[in-house]
């Protein structure tokens, strides 16, 4: 081996003449990946992305869509060819086999060698029979795809810490799910929309929504389809943006805690429902994708266990990627971060200064939503009508407040995961490996990295420049003076009217 083979890192090695198929490549967790693995393991042949046809637009169309994301930007720098070794391969999760051609499935089942299945329905109010063909039926079709593949070395499942939300205390293990996944698929297949929708809350017992409900029964899934594959399920928790790679603070997507933080950034609420010392689970997206990347490697090197007899199979490993055990993370952590990085960072569009109440009372949460959401809303709205123009802010309040409450189901709750696959898993790896795909929360410095997510909900999310920020802190402290006009006037007139009132009576 020469002195340039041993510097490479063992997981780059691994990739060496790899073909990968990537599912979910147009997600944020997935274009996040394709660019890792593009960048850092440069020795890769190909790697094929499923990609869905929209209308007006072919596949080709939806890469250079994809590509033209500022992840890319610095892959475009160092690695100028890198679309090259991107194939594209037409598909869609929600039909059977993944929408592949018979062509397309042929070709991927004699060449790749590894799979990151990371396509998925990500919104917590998915529609049952969406949620169960996307994150179900398409997981069990490509399982039994990677079954008769010629190459397969490893495969990797993205879950989620929160699939079996309904126990407090979660280890790395399967569970049993709350129904047989080939029991959720005919009674899909079977009912109507309407009668779907009835039996829904039913359906889902105590799991608080369609997409944990679904990933629960997607790892039973795995768990009895896999038939000794070398495959390990990664379940990260609450995903917030890039802490390093390939840029920093980099999210696109509303869904989860970041979103409820662009809504209370933007002034739209000021109630959040929390229980303030409970642990918030969170982790970096580029982390997340590390740990994944790390598990391929692990289950693809591990020597096989078992002598070809199903019994003798093992199941296949779990990796709990949580923050808990290394960088203990309270929901006032959080909000005192936001609160001020939020602040120091705002966005030219804020609607009003920024102030939150954090309460686990629920009572006094519904008087203050009251107080400082509809009543406001409805003043709004009413002055509108008298203006001639159309009322919106009621309506805005009723969906964000629909939103909120997916949200503060993590938020008022505590769970305890294990991560002891997880450490050891990064105990195993290199020093040169450590540095590239790096997945230690003990490195993580949430004093430095709140900024940065300060900076990246701003540019990425709100797509507000940072050269608009003199303009926006000049407009938030326009709001700061009138804010405080609002309460001296507001308790001026509580007092008078007490005053009057009490002189009335007297």
């Not at 693995?37 to 072919?58: A, F, P, T």
């Not at 799991?207 to 997607?218: E, G, L, M, R, V």
């Not at 969170?282 to 096989?304: C, Q």
């Amino acid at each position: 081996m020469s002195q340039v083979e041993r510097q490479r890192s063992t997981i780059e090695q691994f990739f060496s003449g790899g073909r990968v198929f990537l599912t979910g490549a147009t997600g944020f967790m997935g274009k996040l990946t394709l660019e890792k693995l593009l960048r850092s393991c440069e020795g890769l042949e190909k790697i094929y992305v499923l990609v869905r046809v929209k209308k007006q637009k072919n596949v080709e169309d939806r890469l250079e869509e994809l590509f033209q994301s500022v992840v890319f930007d610095r892959l475009k720098v160092e690695q100028p060819d890198f679309k090259a070794k991107v194939v594209l391969i037409p598909g869609d999760c929600v039909q059977p086999d993944l929408g592949l051609n018979l062509e397309d499935k042929a070709m991927l089942m004699e060449k790749v060698n590894c799979i990151f299945h990371f396509a998925a329905t990500v919104r917590f109010d998915q529609k049952i029979r969406t949620a169960a063909y996307i994150n179900v039926r398409a997981t069990r079709d490509l399982l039994r795809m990677a079954n008769r593949m010629l190459n397969l070395k490893s495969f990797v499942y993205m879950s989620t810490a929160y699939s079996y939300c309904v126990q407090k205390d979660i280890g790395e293990e399967f569970y049993k799910p709350p129904i047989t996944g080939e029991k959720l698929l005919k009674l899909v297949d079977s009912c109507s929309d309407d009668f779907l929708d009835k039996i829904t809350p039913t359906l889902l017992g105590d799991w608080p929504n369609t997409y944990a409900f679904s990933k629960a029964i997607a790892e039973d899934v795995v768990l009895n389809e896999s038939g000794g594959l070398p495959l390990a399920i990664v379940r990260p928790s609450i995903v917030i943006p890039t802490a390093k790679e390939p840029i920093e603070g980099f999210i696109d997507n509303y869904y989860g805690l970041t979103g409820a933080l662009l809504t209370i950034a933007v002034g739209l609420i000021h109630v959040f429902y929390a229980k303030s010392d409970a642990l918030a689970d969170t982790v970096p997206a580029d982390y997340a994708i590390n740990n994944a990347i790390a598990a391929a490697w692990s289950v693809g090197v591990e020597e096989p266990k078992n002598n070809g007899a199903m019994d003798d199979y093992r199941k296949p490993p779990i990796f709990n990627y949580v923050s808990t055990q290394d960088k203990p993370l309270t929901w006032r952590n959080i909000m005192r971060y936001c609160e001020t990085h939020f602040v120091k960072y705002p966005m030219k569009n804020v609607l009003c200064f920024y102030f939150l109440t954090l309460t686990s009372n629920y009572y006094l949460y519904i008087t203050l939503k009251l107080l400082f959401h509809y009543i406001p809303a409805y003043i709004v709205d009413f002055v509108a009508r008298l203006i001639g123009k159309k009322p919106f802010l009621v309506d805005g309040y009723r969906k964000i407040g629909k939103f909120m409450g997916v949200i503060e189901y993590f938020s008022i709750n505590q769970w305890k995961f294990s991560n002891d696959n997880t450490q050891a898993l990064y105990r195993s790896m290199s020093e040169s490996d450590k540095k590239k795909f790096c997945f230690d929360m003990g490195t993580i410095d949430w004093n430095a990295f709140f900024p940065i997510y300060a900076r990246g909900v701003r540019v990425y999310l709100a797509k507000d420049p940072m050269e608009t920020l003199p303009e926006a802190k000049r407009w938030h402290r326009k709001l700061q003076v009138m804010y405080h006009i609002v309460i001296c006037a507001f308790w001026i007139g509580l007092l008078w009217t007490g005053y009057c009132l009490v002189k009335f009576i007297f």
